[in-house]
C-alpha cells in the first residue's frame, strides 16, 4: 500500500465480505425451500427469501467495486483519495441503507420490482451515496496522473450511477415499466459492469505480470469497445417478448451474440499477460483468481448466455431455469470472482503482510468454482428438461416442477459447497495468519 | 500522375464494371427472378468488389496477413450466403 | 504515422462508437416506447384499477415467486397470461372469481407442496389485481408463451 | 496527505516497465489507420454478415412473403446507389494520398467531395423510403420488410456516422487522422457492396 486513503478499502470490503456471506447462506436456504417448500413459508416465504439473496449479491458486489476503485485509484492518479472523509461518509450511508434494506425486507417492507425491491428511502441513499463517491473519485482522478483504467472505471462508475436513475420510474403501463428496468439491469451487468470488471482485471495483471501498461491499456481499449459495442445494442435480447416491437428479435440475436466476444477477449488478454509477464509474483491466489474470473466470466456470461440468447430458442427457454443456470454463472464468473481476485490481491497490501494463506484460498477457488460448475450444469439439465414438457408438451408449470425434483436436490448440495468454499475463502482472508505473518520490511520477496 | 492515384481510379472503373455486371445479371431494371447462375455472378462480383475495396481503398495490401484473413471471411460469408439463397 | 495510434486516439474511438450505438438505441427505445404506449397494450383499458392492480402486485413482491412475460422468479407459474389460463377469454367473471377463489384459499398447507402466503387482500384489492392481470394478459408479446401452460 | 512510509510490497513500487513504442498495437499492428477503428469495424462486419446470414434464413421460413415484398424495392436506385458509393469511397482514397503529402487544401476538397456523394446516397435513399413508407410499410412491419428497414437503416446511419467523421478529419487533416476516417468510411461503402445485391437482386 503506497498511499494511506488506500485503506479506505479495506472497510468496504469488509462490509461486503459481510454480506457475501449472508447472500451465499441465504442462497442456500432458497434451495432449501425449493426442495422443502414448506420450511419457513409463514415466517420468511419464498420471495423475501430470494430478495435477500438477489439484493445482497449486488448490494456487496456494488460495495466491492467503490472499495476496488477508492484501492486503485490513487495507486493509478498517483494521490491522495480527495477526501476520506467523504469516502467514510458514504460507506455509513450504504451500511445504514442496506442494514436498513434487509431488516426492512424481514418485516415485508419493501417495493416490488424484481432486484429493485429496496424502499424509495434507500434508492434515495444509494443514489446519494453514488454521488458522494463520483465527487470523490473524479476529483482525485482529474487532479492526478490520467491511465486508461482510471477512464474506463470512471466511465463505468458514472453508468452504474446514471443508469440507476432509471429505477426511480415506475409507470402503471408494465411494458414500459420493463423496457426501463432493463436500463438498469441489462445496462448494468451487460453494459458498464464490463467496463468496472475489465479496468479492475487489467490493473491486477499488471501489477500481477509486470507487463508494460502500454500494452495492458491497449487491450484494455479493445475490450471495452467492443463490450459496449455489443452490449448496449444487445438489450435487444430482454425485447422479445415483453411487448416490444418485433424487430428487437432481430437486433437482439444479432448483438448478443456478439456479446461473447469482449469475454472471449479477456480470457486471452489475461493469458497473454501471464504468458509474457516478466514477474514471478508471490500472490498467486489472486493470479488464480483473477484468470478464473476472466474464464468463468467467459463461460457463464458468454457461453451460456449465447445458448440462449437466439430468439427462436428464447422462445422457447425464456424464464425458465436456463436463465437460472446463466445467471448464476455469469454472476459468479464475471463478477464475484472479480470481487474476490481484486481483495486476495489487496488485501496482504493494506494489512501490510505479505501474502498469506494461499493454499487455503486456492482451494476455496476450487471448491467455489466446482460447485457453481455443477450448479450451473444441474440447472441446466432443470431448464432443458422443463422447456421441453412445459414448452413444447405443454404441461403444467407445478406438475412439471414435480419432475424437476433431483435436480433441486443436486442444486441445493452444490449450493452447500459453495458456502463451505465462501467460509473457506473468508477465513483464509480473515483468519488468524492474517493477524500473524508480518511483513519482513525490506526483506519482502523479489518480485 | 501520381502512381496512386492512377491505381485507385483503375480500381474504381473495376469496381463499376462490376457493379454494371452486377445489375444486369441481377435485374436491376427487369421484373424476372434471377436464376442460380444469375446469383453466382452477383455474389462472386461482390465478393471481388470486397476484396477490391479492401486491398486497396482500404489499403490492406500493405497488411497481406490480414488481407487474406478479410478476403476468406468474405469467401466463407459469400458461399453460406449462396446456399441460403438457393435453398429458399 | 505514430500520431494517430496514441491512447488518446482510442480513447475518442471508444467514446465515439459507443455514443453512436447508444445513439441508435435511444431511436429504437423511443420508437419502442412509442409502440407499447400505442400499439402493443390496451391504453383504453389502463384504468385507475389496472394500475391499483400492478401496485398490489408490487406491495407484495410477487415478482419474486412468479415470473411475468417471463421475467421474475421461476419458483412459482408464469402470470402473464394466467388470465386465459383460467379460462378468462370465454368466461371473463367466471375467470375472475376462481383466481379470487384462488388467492384466498391459500396458504394450502399441504406437506410437500410450495406455499402461497396469504395476502389478506380485500376483495376490492382482488378485483384490482385480477383486472391488471386480465390487463397483462391482453400485451401483444409476439406471441409468447408458446403454450398456454406458460 | 501524508506518502506512507511503511515499507511496502514491491509490486505497487516497481515503476511502470519501459513502455513499449505507442503504435505498437500487437497483431494490429500495421493496418491502416487507427488500430481500435478497425475493431469498430471488425464489429461491424460480424453484425451486418449475421444480419444478411439473417435475412435469406428467415427467406426460407417465407419465399412467398419476402418476394412479394422485395418486389417493391427500387432495384436501379440501389444500384445507382452503389456507384454513388465507390465513387465516394474513391474520393476518400485521394484525400488519403493528399494528407499523406500534408496537402491541407486538396486533402479537404477531397474529402468534402467524397461527403458530397454521401449526401447524395442519402437523398436517394430518402426517396426510396418515402415511396415506401408511403405505401405503408414500417419498421414493425415484419418479414422482409422489418428486415430492409433495419440494414439499410442502420447502414444509413453508419453514413451519417461517417460524414460527421469525415467532417472531424477535415478539421483536423493529419495523415493519420485522415486514413482513420477513410478507413471508417470504406467500411460503410463495403458493407453496402454486400447488402445492394443480398438485399435487393437476390430473389
Same mark, same amino acid.
Given at each position: 500500500m503506497k498511499y494511506e486513503s488506500q485503506s479506505i478499502a479495506k472497510w468496504y470490503w469488509f462490509v461486503a465480505m459481510a454480506l457475501f456471506a449472508v447472500q451465499v447462506t441465504v442462497g442456500v436456504l432458497a434451495g432449501y425451500v425449493y426442495v422443502a417448500p414448506n420450511f419457513l413459508s409463514e415466517l420468511l416465504p419464498f420471495n423475501i427469501i430470494r430478495m435477500l439473496h438477489t439484493n445482497a449479491l449486488i448490494v456487496w458486489l456494488l460495495l466491492g467495486f467503490f472499495g476496488a476503485a477508492y484501492y486503485l485509484i490513487p495507486e493509478e492518479s498517483e494521490r491522495e483519495i480527495y477526501s476520506p472523509k467523504l469516502a467514510y461518509l458514504q460507506l455509513v450511508i450504504l451500511v445504514i441503507g442496506a442494514g436498513g434494506a434487509v431488516v426492512g425486507y424481514l418485516f415485508r417492507i419493501h417495493e416490488g420490482r424484481e432486484f429493485l425491491e429496496q424502499p424509495l428511502w434507500v434508492k434515495l441513499g444509494i443514489i446519494v451515496a453514488a454521488l458522494i463517491f463520483l465527487f470523490n473519485i473524479s476529483m482525485t482522478v482529474l487532479a492526478g496522473r490520467k491511465t486508461a483504467i482510471t477512464n474506463v472505471l470512471l466511465l463505468g462508475l458514472w453508468g452504474i450511477a446514471v443508469f440507476f436513475l432509471f429505477s426511480l420510474y415506475n409507470p402503471a403501463n408494465l411494458v414500459l415499466d420493463k423496457m426501463y428496468w432493463w436500463w438498469v439491469v441489462h445496462l448494468w451487468v451487460e453494459g458498464v459492469w464490463e467496463l468496472v470488471m475489465a479496468s479492475v482485471l487489467a490493473f491486477i495483471l499488471l501489477k500481477l505480470t509486470g507487463v508494460d501498461r502500454e500494452v495492458v491499456e491497449k487491450w484494455l481499449y479493445v475490450i471495452v469497445a467492443t463490450s459496449l459495442f455489443t452490449g448496449v445494442l444487445g438489450t435487444g435480447h430482454h425485447y422479445y417478448w415483453i411487448g416490444t416491437p418485433g424487430y428487437w428479435q432481430w437486433i437482439g440475436?444479432?448483438?448478443?451474440?456478439?456479446?461473447?466476444?469482449?469475454?472471449? +477477449?479477456?480470457?486471452?488478454?489475461?493469458?497473454?499477460?501471464?504468458?509474457?509477464?516478466?514477474?514471478?509474483?508471490?500472490?498467486?491466489?489472486?493470479?488464480?483468481?483473477?484468470?478464473?474470473?476472466?474464464?468463468?466470466?467467459?463461460?457463464?456470461?458468454?457461453?451460456?448466455?449465447? @445458448?440462449?440468447?437466439?430468439?427462436?430458442?428464447?422462445?422457447?427457454?425464456?424464464?425458465?431455469?436456463?436463465?437460472?443456470?446463466?445467471?448464476?454463472? +455469469?454472476? /459468479?464468473?464475471?463478477?464475484?470472482?472479480?470481487?474476490?481476485? !481484486?481483495?486476495?490481491?489487496?488485501?496482504?497490501?493494506?494489512?501490510?503482510?505479505?501474502?498469506?494463506?494461499?493454499?487455503?484460498? @486456492?482451494?476455496?477457488?476450487?471448491?467455489?468454482?466446482?460447485?457453481? +460448475?455443477?450448479?450451473? /450444469?444441474?440447472?441446466?439439465?432443470?431448464?432443458?428438461?422443463?422447456?421441453?414438457?412445459?414448452?413444447?408438451?405443454?404441461?403444467?408449470?407445478?406438475?412439471?416442477?414435480?419432475?424437476?425434483?433431483? /435436480?433441486?436436490?443436486?442444486?441445493?448440495?452444490?449450493? !452447500?459447497?459453495?458456502?463451505?468454499?465462501?467460509l473457506m475463502w473468508l477465513y483464509a482472508m480473515l483468519g488468524p495468519k492474517a493477524a500473524s505473518t508480518e511483513l519482513a520490511g525490506q526483506a519482502a520477496p523479489a518480485e | 500522375m501520381n502512381p496512386d492515384i492512377r491505381r485507385l481510379l483503375i480500381v474504381w472503373a473495376a469496381l463499376s464494371a462490376l457493379t454494371v455486371t452486377t445489375m444486369i445479371s441481377g435485374g436491376a431494371t427487369s421484373p424476372a427472378r434471377v436464376g442460380a447462375l444469375g446469383l453466382a455472378v452477383v455474389l462472386a462480383a461482390a465478393v471481388i468488389k470486397v476484396v477490391l475495396v479492401l486491398a486497396h481503398y482500404l489499403d490492406l495490401r500493405q497488411a497481406p496477413g490480414w488481407l487474406s484473413g478479410f478476403r476468406l471471411a468474405t469467401l466463407v460469408l459469400a458461399a453460406a450466403l449462396y446456399g441460403l439463397a438457393l435453398i429458399g | 504515422m505514430s500520431e494517430m495510434l496514441t491512447k488518446s486516439a482510442a480513447r475518442n474511438i471508444f467514446y465515439g462508437g459507443s455514443a453512436f450505438f447508444f445513439a441508435v438505441f435511444i431511436g429504437l427505445a423511443a420508437h419502442s416506447h412509442y409502440y407499447a404506449a400505442t400499439v402493443s397494450t390496451d391504453v383504453a383499458g389502463l384504468t385507475e384499477s389496472v394500475e391499483r392492480g400492478k401496485r398490489i402486485w408490487e406491495k407484495h413482491a410477487c415478482v419474486d415467486c412468479h415470473s411475468i412475460l417471463g421475467e421474475g422468479a421461476y419458483f412459482a407459474p408464469e402470470l402473464g397470461n394466467v388470465f386465459v389460463r383460467y379460462g378468462g377469454d370465454k368466461d371473463a367473471k367466471g375467470a375472475r372469481e376462481a383466481l379470487k377463489a384462488w388467492m384466498q384459499a391459500q396458504p394450502t398447507g399441504i406437506e410437500g407442496r410450495r406455499q402461497m402466503p396469504q395476502f389478506h387482500l380485500n376483495d376490492k384489492e382482488l378485483d384490482d389485481l385480477v383486472d391488471f392481470l386480465a390487463w397483462t394478459n391482453k400485451i401483444k408479446t409476439q406471441n409468447w408463451p408458446p403454450k398456454v401452460s406458460g | 496527505m501524508t506518502r506512507s512510509r511503511t515499507p511496502t510490497l514491491t509490486d505497487s513500487t516497481i515503476p511502470d516497465a519501459a513502455a513499449p513504442p505507442a503504435d505498437d498495437w500487437g497483431p494490429f499492428t500495421g493496418l491502416p489507420g487507427h488500430p481500435l477503428m478497425w475493431v469498430l469495424i471488425g464489429s461491424e462486419l460480424l453484425v451486418f454478415g449475421a444480419a444478411l446470414l439473417g435475412l435469406l434464413g428467415g427467406r426460407i421460413a417465407d419465399p412467398v412473403g419476402f418476394r412479394l415484398a422485395q418486389d417493391h424495392l427500387d432495384r436501379l436506385a440501389g444500384g445507382v446507389n452503389t456507384l454513388v458509393l465507390l465513387t465516394s469511397g474513391l474520393f476518400v482514397a485521394i484525400a488519403v494520398v493528399r494528407a499523406k503529402a500534408a496537402r491541407v487544401a486538396a486533402t479537404r476538397g477531397w474529402l468534402a467531395a467524397s461527403a458530397g456523394l454521401g449526401l447524395m446516397f442519402l437523398a436517394v435513399k430518402a426517396v426510396e423510403y418515402a415511396t415506401e413508407i408511403g405505401a405503408g410499410w414500417g419498421l414493425d412491419s415484419g418479414g422482409f420488410i422489418t428486415l430492409y428497414f433495419l440494414i439499410t437503416g442502420f447502414h444509413a446511419l453508419h453514413v451519417v456516422m461517417g460524414l460527421i467523421i469525415l467532417g472531424i478529419v477535415a478539421r483536423w487533416p493529419t495523415a493519420g487522422n485522415v486514413a482513420t476516417g477513410a478507413a471508417f468510411w470504406h467500411m460503410v461503402d463495403l458493407v453496402w457492396l454486400l447488402v445492394f445485391p443480398v438485399v435487393y437482386l437476390v430473389r
Open positions: 440475436s444479432i448483438f448478443s451474440s456478439l456479446e461473447v466476444i469482449p469475454f472471449f +477477449a479477456m480470457v486471452v488478454f489475461s493469458f497473454m499477460m501471464v504468458w509474457k509477464g516478466k514477474r514471478d509474483h508471490p500472490n498467486k491466489a489472486a493470479l488464480l483468481w483473477s484468470l478464473g474470473c476472466a474464464v468463468l466470466a467467459f463461460f457463464g456470461a458468454g457461453v451460456w448466455g449465447f @445458448m440462449h440468447t437466439l430468439h427462436p430458442v428464447n422462445y422457447y427457454t425464456h424464464g425458465t431455469q436456463v436463465t437460472a443456470a446463466h445467471g448464476h454463472l +455469469a454472476f /459468479f464468473g464475471a463478477y464475484v470472482a472479480l470481487n474476490l481476485a !481484486i481483495m486476495t490481491y489487496a488485501f496482504p497490501h493494506l494489512l501490510k503482510r505479505s501474502p498469506y494463506n494461499q493454499v487455503l484460498n @486456492m482451494a476455496s477457488f476450487w471448491v467455489m468454482t466446482s460447485a457453481m +460448475a455443477f450448479m450451473t /450444469f444441474t440447472l441446466t439439465f432443470a431448464g432443458a428438461v422443463q422447456t421441453h414438457l412445459q414448452r413444447v408438451l405443454g404441461m403444467n408449470f407445478m406438475e412439471v416442477q414435480d419432475q424437476l425434483a433431483l /435436480f433441486y436436490w443436486m442444486r441445493l448440495g452444490s449450493g !452447500i459447497v459453495v458456502v463451505l468454499g465462501a | - | - | -
